[in-house]
């Protein structure tokens, strides 16, 4: 009986162990404004950087920056080097809070969004980029509804489920079977 149940505590063990850093997603560590700062004059760019290497692919890199009333500010596509994101900036208008949502592909093949939020103490002269529909067809744009729909576990996950019920669950049954 004993010997049975050393294979179920060890997978057992194996599942409520800590992620290792290879198994973890890559994370926003800082950005330029940085979150929640003041700035006086706008911005000629924001800069977001990551822990780890950002895929290259207008595909894969969405960043909008907005004020209150939702309108766009961003001039021109967002740029990869290495672990940072950078996306050009027109002069902001009015001053308030502006929001920069981020969608972008880490090394690790997975989707990574969230924002960042700075205040614009001074009014520039800016004007807001024409109002334009989501970056690309059919994909919600950071910030919008349905923005990080679908970002369930990976597959790797499940499929390493179903090994360890198939490492346990087929000893067990084949020893059921020989007592019968």
């Known amino acids: 009986m004993k010997r049975a149940l050393i294979p179920l505590v060890l997978a057992g063990l194996t599942m409520l162990g800590p992620a290792t850093p290879a198994l973890a997603h890559d994370t926003l560590v800082g950005s330029t404004p940085a979150d929640k700062s003041t700035v006086d004059t706008s911005p000629s760019t924001v800069e977001l950087k990551f822990a780890e290497p950002v895929q290259q692919g207008a595909e894969l890199t ?3 920056v907005t004020d209150a009333q939702r309108d766009h500010w961003e001039n021109g596509p967002a740029a990869v080097k290495g672990n940072s994101v950078e996306v050009p900036l027109r002069a902001l208008g009015a001053a308030g809070v502006y929001t920069v949502d981020y969608r972008i592909m880490s090394a690790d093949g997975h989707p990574v969004s969230g924002s960042i939020t700075f205040t614009l103490s001074k009014p520039d002269s800016g004007t807001p980029a024409t109002a334009t529909a989501s970056p690309r ?5 950071p910030g ?6 679908g970002q369930g576990l990976p597959i790797w996950v499940w499929i390493l489920g179903a090994v360890v019920l198939l490492g346990i669950g087929l000893p067990l049954a ?3 079977g020989k007592r019968r």
């Open 174 to 176: 084949l020893r059921i």
């Open 62 to 64: 969405t960043v909008v």
């Open 144 to 149: 919008e509804p349905g923005a990080g729909a």
């Open 137 to 141: 067809p059919g994909v919600a744009t």
